[in-house]
Nanobody, 138 residues
Framework: QVQLVESGGGSVQSGGSLKLSCVAS???????MGWFRQVPGMEREGVAS???????????SYYADSVKGRFTISRVNANEMSLQMNSLKPEDSAMYYC?????????????????????????????WGQGTQVTVSS
């Protein structure tokens, strides 16, 4: 039951950049980590995922088509993950959440499958942060 806290959200103009941070209460080694976003009234969307291997190694990353080429998910250290967001668009506006799953190994974690499985009650071991708001104006 790792606790996660997101930060870094804010308001930017279209084309701008933001870097989000997800800090965990414990080491994220052997966790599948992901970023998700949700707009009120809409379904939660998986943005990116990555697996934290032993040491400072990570798996290749998964990205939703909507953010591919613009966003980068990265390991900052054993207890922190980031999401660099560039060339932001108004449609990127959402509440962004980070998630951690201790039972989702590669390639399940970084293929898009794990992200797609984050439905209510389906992955009970997944831990979620409280979110950070991102607003992109045109």
């Amino acid at each position: 039951q790792v606790q996660l806290v997101e930060s870094g959200g804010g308001s930017v103009q279209s084309g701008g950049s933001l870097k989000l941070s997800c800090v965990a209460s414990t080491s994220l080694t052997d966790y599948c980590m992901g970023w998700f976003r949700q707009v009120p009234g809409m379904e939660r969307e998986g943005v990116a995922s990555i697996y934290f291997y032993t040491g400072d190694r990570t798996s290749s990353s998964y990205y939703a088509d909507s953010v591919k080429g613009r966003f980068t998910i990265s390991r900052v250290n054993a207890n922190e993950m980031s999401l660099q967001m560039n060339s932001l668009k108004p449609e990127d506006s959402a509440m962004y959440y980070c998630a951690a799953d201790p039972a989702a190994p590669v390639p399940y974690c970084n293929s898009g499958s794990w992200v797609g499985d984050q439905m209510p009650g389906k992955r009970r071991l997944t831990n979620w942060g409280q979110g950070t708001q991102v607003t992109v104006s045109s």
